[in-house]
Nanobody, 115 residues
């Protein structure tokens, strides 16, 4: 069972990035998928979440209107489109899959927003 994130990197303020997360060893179709982010010395915070069928999404107030979470159950993938990036979006971004008592985390991908 594995979640692998990709797509992080260095971007200037105002720029965009798309993060991807691919699952292996299980199918995500029953799982609520989410993106969390964490900066050193702080707790890991929820950025965005999407229900198993993709019908409902929710976002942290700090990213609402700028980030979009989506999923492709056929490809076993979840995405996070990040627009209008700000310096305060700099963090390690983690993918999470949760269904009942089962929860899996990826290893994280670094996003750095800096000029």
């Amino acid at each position: 069972v594995q979640l692998v994130e990709s797509g992080g990197g260095l971007v200037q303020p105002g720029g965009s990035l798309m993060l991807s997360c691919v699952a292996s060893g299980f199918t995500i179709s029953n799982y609520v998928m989410s993106w969390y982010r964490q900066v050193p010395g702080k707790e890991r915070d929820l950025a965005a979440v999407i229900t198993s069928a993709g019908g409902l999404t929710n976002y942290a107030s700090s990213v609402k209107g700028r980030f979009t979470i989506s999923r492709d159950n056929a490809k076993n993938m979840v995405y996070l489109q990040m627009n209008s990036l700000k310096a305060e979006d700099t963090a390690v971004y983690y993918c999470r899959a949760q269904w009942g008592r089962s929860a899996y985390w990826g290893q994280g991908t670094q996003v750095t927003v800096s000029s």
